[in-house]
């Protein structure tokens, strides 16, 4: 007769003991096996936390609520309002649209210039980049010159990066292109699938500049477009949860993160910006 188990494991750097499994299982990770009534909720107990397991479906995962995660994140970072607090702002797909063209190349052009570098020293020399870049008006400097490369990588109001400077360029024409297909750039932002957000930031990747990775994903967290931010402390949880077993390179992985948010989106109704804030929440300290 089948039963739910809870299975804890050991911690990192511990003696793992063998389970109620075959050698090469599982069991080469189970700390202690005990059955329970099928109508108990079984619970798999992790170096980090707690995820769900059934032993006849060995090999699925079952992921952890967003309830639970943010249970998880609350016995780490506080109480539950709090928490709540913390959670990105997201736009209506009309907000978005209502955002010009040259915004949307601002809001790249500050993440290209934020990679790799101080945050703070960007925000701060930020009115300087507006005004250097004379608005970030993408026709503009779609047709940027030798001349004005020269100008701008001796310009005290920026930092003097020259490719990334060279990458303003690009984008201008990325922006433009979109403005040409879709009517205007934020709207090809605003109307993507949010079900294949991952084919999002692969288009950003090919057709802009400097725009893949995480770079790409703080751009549209900026812009107001409902997306995750797969920072260290996000992967941590995902390889907790069994989505991913390191950071996510592969397409084969990337498709891994798509279909667990869509599945935590659809069972509670939450963005996928307040999903991949509270996982990041629910990391607690090293162990």
């Known amino acids: ?100 063209d040259d915004r ?13 570098f101080s945050w703070k020293v960007i925000d701060n020399k930020w ?6 870049f004379e608005g970030f008006v993408p026709v503009r400097w779609k047709f940027m010159s030798d001349d004005d490369l020269d100008s701008l990588v001796s310009d005290k109001r920026i930092v ?17 292109d979109l403005d040409d297909e879709y009517g205007s750039a934020a709207t090809c932002f605003a109307d993507w699938p949010q079900d294949e957000l991952t084919g999002l930031l692969d288009m950003m990747k090919k057709r802009g500049s400097r725009l893949g990775g995480m770079t790409g994903q703080y751009f549209l967290r900026q812009l107001g477009r409902d997306s995750w931010a797969l920072s260290r402390d996000v992967v941590a949880a995902l390889v907790r949860e069994g989505v991913i077993d390191k950071t996510p390179t592969s397409k084969s992985a990337m498709r891994a993160v798509q279909q667990a948010f869509n599945e935590w989106a659809a069972a509670s109704g939450r963005p996928f910006a307040h999903i991949s804030r509270m996982l990041a929440l629910s990391v607690g300290p090293a162990i």
């Open 160 to 176: 003097r990066n020259g490719q990334k400077i060279l990458s303003v360029r690009e984008n201008a024409i990325f922006v433009c």
């Open 1 to 100: 007769m089948p039963v739910w188990c809870e299975i804890k494991f050991a911690a990192r750097g511990q003696s793992i003991k063998a389970g109620a499994f075959k050698k090469g299982s599982l069991a080469e990770m189970v700390h202690r096996v005990q059955p329970f009534p099928l109508d108990r909720v079984p619970i798999l107990t992790l170096a980090y936390g707690q995820r769900t397991f059934h032993p006849e479906l060995r090999g699925s995962k079952i992921l952890r609520s967003f309830e639970q995660l943010a249970d998880l994140a609350t016995e780490y970072r506080g109480n539950r309002e709090a928490l709540e607090a913390l959670m990105p702002a997201v736009k209506t797909p009309a907000e978005i649209k209502a955002v010009g």
């Open 127 to 132: 009115p300087g980049f507006e005004e250097a």
């Open 104 to 116: 949307v190349l601002s809001l790249m052009t500050r993440g290209v210039f934020q990679a790799g």
